[in-house]
């Protein structure tokens, strides 16, 4: 089967510009509309709590459906098959810990960040210095994921192929993201988020309906399609094409596996969104609606996976500009020409958009929060002028996340986000389970988990395959490499609990007995957390 | 949006109001005692012994804990099989359809089964203790 796409020509340009600057358009003027009830910090941070659960349901499940689902898994099943289906898996999974662990424990203790709840019974500086590093740290591997997936889809949408052409784009992406957030805050990148969330639910949907149609109704004959169209054959259907050469490489597998499930829970501009409905039963009923929306979106993922490979075939999708996650583009482009080409690609960009918004947001909240107010000026910083360090920091996150994105630019955007979510369950996960869930722990053992978790997971991927050495490599150049997993998560994240043990095990300076029990009471009963 | 208020105020409750006014001597018998301080504020140590709030942690826990090792240790059951089980994965059970998909799609059937039993199990045993306990403590609602 030959496409034409595979040489980059992908519809009209012109075409893909115009539905995407229709909703630049549509979102910037919902945003200016949200602005104008930003007013206090609470409602910059967390838009006064005034979120309902479903709303924030769709925005939470916005937040998480970012590109890196949309292109990089139904590339990754479309290119790999089976093992692309495990971030699927994973990633629906995954709530559950949100769900019976954190959501409303976190509603109920925290304000802003997740500096507020790991703080909340320990001396406040060091902790929220620590877990603003952590904020930032994942917050800024997640941000390189969305923008190299920017650069990517321009690659195929406008058809520029160049390097330098790609990062002008990343960098008009960057400042678009910027002024959301400077602009609507919380409120603002909420609706954003769910405008772009049931802009995507309703694209995927409506292309797996007609991709079961066009086979029968039958996930069989797109499986069988997918095969007879796949480098791979009938092994793309089964499990171990990307993971399963060698021990190491199985050992990877379950390393991904583990930060795929852990990590969501514990990434902080998830977390934020909690704070966005006013209790916690709001809180609850906002997980139960993301995970609705994330078995259908899933779901839907293995259909056009397979669809895109049945259709397009493997081999056009890995010549095209974006490589694997170019799967989803090319599928649309085929099935519903340069038309539904556009409507995919301003979908997927305004995915990138919104998550980048939210990251921003997340990223400069902590900063200002919990450095600026909490840690220099002590507490007693101004509201107002917290903010504005706030929307300080979110400019100089932007600048970043644009170099940063220029960078990375090429690689598999969901490979970037599960190191986001490994550093991401590293830091985090441990030190709210045990703040929430045990009463011993203590201000070491908050520093130790986070610092612990955080750098050996930062060590072991800058030492990974992934970093260095190989031709998939971010340094493909140079061979610096010694630890043999790309995902780091499977030795990180039981180090970081261990960490917190061992911390609070040996510090002399016991938990704090009377904030314990407040933060256990209102964890659970939500007493004292009105707005 | 809740406050907390003196449980003198609480006309609902003669017991809380009495106890409130003798200040701290009723701190061992909790139920009867005040669970709130001479301020109006919540007072998280008396609260946190009372047994309406140790019922609640311990439906709670007694809930969540288990409900979470039992997810984890299935899915990881369903990530060592798609990782050294590849001959039992790849058996085509109908069509093109393998074990492994459909052990996938088993993942997605058991979270939506735990979402909604966790959801009810909250609605029905959870929620209506965590309002007792922030009624005894002097919460109003509104």
Redesign the interface.
Same mark, same amino acid.
């Given at each position: 089967m030959t496409v034409t796409l595979a040489d980059g020509v992908a519809g009209s340009p012109v075409l893909n510009l115009s539905v995407f600057g229709v909703f630049v358009l549509a979102t910037l003027y919902v945003v200016y509309r949200a602005s104008s009830s930003n007013r206090t910090a609470a409602d910059y941070y967390a838009a006064g709590s005034s979120f309902s659960g479903s709303q924030n349901g769709i925005a939470l499940s916005g937040d998480f459906l970012s590109a890196a689902s949309f292109l990089g898994i139904t590339g990754g099943i479309a290119v790999n098959g !089976?093992d692309g289906?495990?971030y699927?898996?994973?990633w629906?999974?995954a709530?559950?810990?949100g769900?019976?662990?954190i959501a409303e424990s976190l509603r109920n203790t925290g304000r802003f960040t997740v500096g507020d709840v790991l703080a909340y019974r320990m001396r406040q500086r060091p902790v929220r210095a620590a877990a603003a590093n952590a904020t930032l740290v994942i917050s800024f591997f997640y941000m390189l994921a969305q923008m190299a997936g920017a650069g990517g889809l321009v690659a195929l949408l406008l058809n520029v192929t160049s390097k330098g052409g790609q990062a002008i784009v990343i960098v008009i992406v960057g400042i678009i993201m910027v002024f959301y957030v400077l602009v609507g805050g919380m409120k603002g990148t909420t609706w954003v988020q769910i405008i772009k969330a049931a802009l995507l639910l309703v694209c995927v949907t409506l292309t797996t309906i007609f991709l079961l149609g066009k086979f029968g109704f039958?996930?069989? $004959?797109i499986?069988?399609g997918a095969?007879q169209n796949n480098a791979h054959g009938d092994a793309l259907? $089964?499990?171990?094409v990307k !993971?399963?050469k060698s021990g190491i490489t199985?050992l990877d597998?379950?390393s991904l596996?583990?930060s795929l499930?852990l990590g969501i829970a514990s990434l902080p501009h998830v977390l934020m969104r909690f704070y966005t409905v006013p $209790?916690a039963?709001e809180a609850?009923r906002s997980?139960?609606w993301a995970?609705w929306t994330m078995?259908v979106f899933?779901?839907c993922t293995?259909v056009i996976g397979f669809g895109a490979t049945a259709l397009v075939g493997s081999d056009a999708i890995l010549r095209a500009p974006g490589g694997e996650n170019s799967a989803a583009p090319l599928l649309a482009f085929k099935i519903g020409g340069a038309v539904l080409l556009g409507v995919v690609c301003a979908v997927a960009f305004a995915t990138i958009l919104a998550v980048v918004a939210g990251l921003t947001l997340a990223a400069s909240a902590s900063f200002a929060h919990d450095v600026y107010a909490n840690v220099i000026k002590r507490g007693n910083a101004e509201p107002r002028q917290e903010v504005r360090v706030a929307r300080l920091t979110a400019i100089a996150v932007g600048v970043l996340a644009i170099a940063g994105g220029i960078a990375a630019n090429g690689q598999n955007v969901a490979f970037l986000v599960s190191l986001a979510l490994a550093l991401a369950a590293s830091a985090n996960l441990s030190t709210i389970l045990f703040s929430l869930?045990w009463k011993r722990f203590n201000t070491k053992g908050t520093l130790w988990a986070i610092y612990g978790g955080l750098g050996s997971c930062l060590v072991l991927i800058i030492f990974s395959p992934a970093f260095s050495g190989g031709p998939t490599a971010i340094f493909p150049d140079v061979d610096f490499h010694w630890f043999p997993l790309s995902n780091p998560g499977l030795v990180s994240i039981p180090l970081s609990f261990l960490c917190g043990f061992v911390g609070t095990i040996l510090s002399k300076e016991p938990a704090d007995? &009377?904030k314990q029990?407040?933060m256990?009471? &209102?964890a659970?009963?939500?007493?004292?957390s009105? &707005? | @949006? %809740?406050?907390?208020i003196p449980a003198a105020m609480d006309s609902r409750d003669p017991r809380a109001s009495r106890a409130a006014g003798q200040g701290f001597t009723a701190f061992e018998g909790v139920t009867d005692g005040s669970m709130v301080d001479s301020d109006g504020?919540?007072d998280?140590?008396v #609260?946190?012994q009372s047994p309406e709030?140790q019922e609640?942690?311990r439906r709670?826990?007694r809930? +969540?804990f288990p @409900?979470?090792a039992l997810?984890?240790a299935w899915?990881?059951t =369903? +990530?060592?099989f798609?990782? =050294?089980a590849?001959d039992f994965?790849?058996q085509k059970v109908?069509?093109?359809?393998?074990v492994? #998909?459909v052990f996938?799609?088993l993942?997605?059937v058991? %979270?939506?089964i #735990?979402?909604l039993v966790?959801?009810r199990y909250?609605k029905r045993r959870l929620?209506p203790q965590?309002d007792l306990?922030?009624s005894r403590?002097g919460?109003v609602e509104e």
């Amino acid at each position: 089967m030959t496409v034409t796409l595979a040489d980059g020509v992908a519809g009209s340009p012109v075409l893909n510009l115009s539905v995407f600057g229709v909703f630049v358009l549509a979102t910037l003027y919902v945003v200016y509309r949200a602005s104008s009830s930003n007013r206090t910090a609470a409602d910059y941070y967390a838009a006064g709590s005034s979120f309902s659960g479903s709303q924030n349901g769709i925005a939470l499940s916005g937040d998480f459906l970012s590109a890196a689902s949309f292109l990089g898994i139904t590339g990754g099943i479309a290119v790999n098959g !089976y093992d692309g289906f495990l971030y699927s898996v994973g990633w629906v999974v995954a709530w559950l810990v949100g769900l019976l662990l954190i959501a409303e424990s976190l509603r109920n203790t925290g304000r802003f960040t997740v500096g507020d709840v790991l703080a909340y019974r320990m001396r406040q500086r060091p902790v929220r210095a620590a877990a603003a590093n952590a904020t930032l740290v994942i917050s800024f591997f997640y941000m390189l994921a969305q923008m190299a997936g920017a650069g990517g889809l321009v690659a195929l949408l406008l058809n520029v192929t160049s390097k330098g052409g790609q990062a002008i784009v990343i960098v008009i992406v960057g400042i678009i993201m910027v002024f959301y957030v400077l602009v609507g805050g919380m409120k603002g990148t909420t609706w954003v988020q769910i405008i772009k969330a049931a802009l995507l639910l309703v694209c995927v949907t409506l292309t797996t309906i007609f991709l079961l149609g066009k086979f029968g109704f039958s996930l069989s $004959n797109i499986m069988e399609g997918a095969a007879q169209n796949n480098a791979h054959g009938d092994a793309l259907l $089964n499990p171990g094409v990307k !993971y399963g050469k060698s021990g190491i490489t199985k050992l990877d597998f379950i390393s991904l596996a583990l930060s795929l499930v852990l990590g969501i829970a514990s990434l902080p501009h998830v977390l934020m969104r909690f704070y966005t409905v006013p $209790n916690a039963k709001e809180a609850r009923r906002s997980v139960v609606w993301a995970t609705w929306t994330m078995v259908v979106f899933y779901l839907c993922t293995l259909v056009i996976g397979f669809g895109a490979t049945a259709l397009v075939g493997s081999d056009a999708i890995l010549r095209a500009p974006g490589g694997e996650n170019s799967a989803a583009p090319l599928l649309a482009f085929k099935i519903g020409g340069a038309v539904l080409l556009g409507v995919v690609c301003a979908v997927a960009f305004a995915t990138i958009l919104a998550v980048v918004a939210g990251l921003t947001l997340a990223a400069s909240a902590s900063f200002a929060h919990d450095v600026y107010a909490n840690v220099i000026k002590r507490g007693n910083a101004e509201p107002r002028q917290e903010v504005r360090v706030a929307r300080l920091t979110a400019i100089a996150v932007g600048v970043l996340a644009i170099a940063g994105g220029i960078a990375a630019n090429g690689q598999n955007v969901a490979f970037l986000v599960s190191l986001a979510l490994a550093l991401a369950a590293s830091a985090n996960l441990s030190t709210i389970l045990f703040s929430l869930f045990w009463k011993r722990f203590n201000t070491k053992g908050t520093l130790w988990a986070i610092y612990g978790g955080l750098g050996s997971c930062l060590v072991l991927i800058i030492f990974s395959p992934a970093f260095s050495g190989g031709p998939t490599a971010i340094f493909p150049d140079v061979d610096f490499h010694w630890f043999p997993l790309s995902n780091p998560g499977l030795v990180s994240i039981p180090l970081s609990f261990l960490c917190g043990f061992v911390g609070t095990i040996l510090s002399k300076e016991p938990a704090d007995g &009377r904030k314990q029990a407040e933060m256990e009471v &209102r964890a659970i009963t939500g007493i004292g957390s009105g &707005r | @949006m %809740t406050k907390a208020i003196p449980a003198a105020m609480d006309s609902r409750d003669p017991r809380a109001s009495r106890a409130a006014g003798q200040g701290f001597t009723a701190f061992e018998g909790v139920t009867d005692g005040s669970m709130v301080d001479s301020d109006g504020n919540p007072d998280f140590a008396v #609260i946190q012994q009372s047994p309406e709030f140790q019922e609640l942690r311990r439906r709670l826990r007694r809930f +969540v804990f288990p @409900m979470s090792a039992l997810f984890l240790a299935w899915y990881l059951t =369903y +990530v060592l099989f798609a990782a =050294y089980a590849h001959d039992f994965m790849s058996q085509k059970v109908g069509g093109q359809v393998n074990v492994g #998909i459909v052990f996938g799609l088993l993942e997605f059937v058991s %979270t939506v089964i #735990i979402t909604l039993v966790y959801a009810r199990y909250a609605k029905r045993r959870l929620d209506p203790q965590r309002d007792l306990v922030r009624s005894r403590a002097g919460v109003v609602e509104e």
